[in-house]
């Protein structure tokens, strides 16, 4: 009985962003990833990641939770004497505004998906707004696809092979030891500024390595951690030192913004060259104006 209560403390202590109480959020968290959708093609050697996690605001997500009952709360007391049917929710989100993505990179492209769910209030019945919205990024030297998944449109440089002929991208040069870039920065505060940020260490999750970055995260003085995984046959691309800064990341923690971990990392494994162009599906591609 004690092992079960233990277990019990520790899923609801650590569900994060699975215990999910709305049909919508089931359909964004329960979604096959893209390579599984975007089946076929040659094989192509890629690094991969699945995050997920949510908008924090500046308050955190519960003060979003109580704004959003409040709203509800306002709308179903102006509507009262409307003579509307209101549909006011039975069920709230863990989260107002849930974020998942997945990067799948290769030496010399990279394509990242993401999903993204935010919820309102329908001023007309006061039920709750929750449209799901996926897109997805195309990335290599031979410039950027941005694909709207929702709408099943592309923009940009979107080929017939998923950029499969790209160059890979040259690598900077590693980047100073941490007392050569602080000698730096005190003689020469802009050229310092233009160096990545060092390694302040390195954690494990889900059993892959990856180096903890710190940069600004605006003009305020709130820093983002970043951490991006390390080791693997090949550098990811854009992977700008050794240690694979830029490349596939694992976890990130903005103030006031999205708090994301990864809860599936493969380094070395393999996908269907498809995941890197699903506009092949019949998407309107360039359609209209320029992106």
């Not at 009985?1 to 609801?12: C, G, N, Q």
């Not at 975007?38 to 699945?50: E, Q, S």
């Not at 790209?166 to 870039?181: D, N």
Request: proline share 5%; aromatic share 6%; hydrophobic share 40%.
């Amino acid at each position: 009985m004690k092992h079960i209560t233990i277990l019990i403390a520790w899923s609801v202590l650590y569900c994060g962003v699975a215990c999910a109480t709305t049909q919508q959020e089931q359909t964004v968290l329960k979604a096959p990833m893209p390579h599984q959708t975007y089946t076929g093609g040659a094989a192509v050697a890629v690094h991969r990641a699945r995050l997920e996690g949510y908008f924090e605001g500046k308050n955190g997500n519960a003060a979003l939770l109580a704004q959003l009952k409040q709203e509800v709360q306002q709308c179903t007391k102006s509507l009262a004497d409307s003579g509307r049917t209101l549909h006011p929710p039975t069920a709230w989100p863990e989260y107002v505004m849930l974020h998942r993505e997945e990067t799948y990179t290769a030496a010399n492209r990279s394509i990242r998906y993401t999903t993204e769910l935010a919820y309102g209030v329908s001023k007309e019945d006061c039920s709750l707004l929750a449209p799901i919205v996926s897109k997805a990024v195309l990335a290599s030297s031979k410039g950027v696809c941005k694909i709207d998944i929702s709408n099943k449109t592309a923009r940009g440089d979107c080929d017939s092979s998923g950029h499969a002929d790209a160059a890979p991208e040259r690598r900077a040069a590693a980047q100073p030891p941490a007392q050569v870039r602080q000698r730096m920065a005190a003689a020469n505060p802009a050229l310092a500024a233009l160096l990545p940020p060092a390694s302040s260490g390195q954690r494990t999750i889900l059993g892959v390595r990856c180096n903890v970055f710190q940069q600004a995260a605006n003009q305020d003085g709130d820093v983002s951690t970043l951490c991006y995984a390390i080791g693997g046959a090949f550098l990811p691309l854009r992977a700008v030192d050794k240690d694979g800064f830029g490349g596939l990341l694992l976890e990130s923690t903005t103030p006031h913004g999205y708090q994301l971990k990864a809860v599936e990392a493969r380094l070395d494994t393999a996908v269907g060259s498809a995941v890197f162009m699903p506009y092949a599906r019949g998407y309107a591609v360039n359609a209209g104006a320029a992106p």
